[in-house]
Structures are given as C-alpha cells and as structure tokens.
C-alpha cells in the first residue's frame, strides 16, 4: 500500500474513532439534560467543544492527505477533477485501495450521520420543553399574552428571558 493510501486510512480511522465519541457524548448531553444534572452537563459540553476541535483539525488533515493523493494521480496520469469527490478519487485507485479507502469512509459518514440524529434528538428535546415552558408562562399570566417589555416600556420580542416571579428579601 502506498504512503499516502495509509496515511488516509490512519486520518478516516482516527476520524471515525473521535466522531463516534462525540455521538456518544450527544448521547450523555441529552441523558444529563432529561436528569438536570447540570454539572455534568456542564462538563460534556467543554468535552464536547474540545472534541470538536479536533475534530475540525482531523478534517483539515483529511483534506490535504485527499489533494495529496489527487495530486499523486494526477502525476500518474489520471485524469481527475477535485470538485468531483472522494468517491471519483477512489475510483481511479488500485482495487484493494479503493475497497478499504471508501469502506472507511462509508463508517465515517455513518458514524456522522448518527451524531446527527442524537444531536436532532436533543434539539427536538429541547425545543419540546421550550414549548411546554411557554405554555405554561402564558398560562399562568395571562394578562400578559406572551409580550414581555423592556425596562422602558417598549415591547420585546416574548422568547425566553429571564422572569422574576418572587421579589422576597
């Protein structure tokens, strides 16, 4: 296999491997959220911006080591346009390659697919009790029909502020 073959499947592996950790870190976020634990809730979501992070930075690699091994191919010979994809550089690639480079790249894209649902999940969560709050706000104070003011009368937008409801000392 060639070096820039391996150093594909090292970035697809490494890719795959952190991404199915951030989906079960979406997963955790949701479970904490339901059970308002906070702290740590708080805790994954550092994680999470973390594994974010590198995550972006593993793309990047991926990136450069694709334009690499298009840049190989097209020394060789190959025909290839860059706007045309992963899979149209896998094609032109000897068949054990290709086989193990888009079977990489297939998990990856499953893996990211599933973080996608669990954070679809969590945001449909979220919004469900956004909904349920602000039902019962404008149930339980009708007279303000769901219109909050600003501290100089003029009327704000009613999405979910900050409410004092018990001024005791």
Not at 21 to 27: P, S
Not at 105 to 123: C, D, M, P, T
Request: proline content about 1%.
């Amino acid at each position: 296999m060639r070096a820039e073959c391996e150093d594909c499947v090292s970035v697809l592996k490494a890719e795959t491997e952190l991404a199915g950790g951030i989906c079960a870190m979406v997963m955790m976020v949701r479970r904490a959220v339901e059970a308002r634990a906070w702290t740590d809730f708080e805790l994954l979501m550092e994680n999470l911006a973390r594994s974010g992070a590198e995550f972006e930075a593993l793309e990047q690699e991926r990136e450069a080591v694709f334009a690499a091994l298009a840049e190989k191919n097209e020394e060789n010979g190959a025909a290839f346009a860059r706007e045309a994809g992963f899979y149209a550089l896998a094609a032109r690639l000897p068949v054990e390659e290709q086989k193990l480079l888009t079977g990489l790249y297939r998990n990856l894209k499953l893996v990211i697919f599933k973080a996608g649902i669990e954070n679809s999940a969590l945001a449909n969560y979220l919004n469900g009790i956004h909904g349920i709050v602000s039902d019962f706000i404008a149930a339980a104070f009708p007279d303000r029909r769901g219109k909050l003011y600003t501290r100089r009368g003029r009327q704000a937008h009613a999405d979910m502020r900050s409410m004092v409801l018990n001024r005791q000392f």
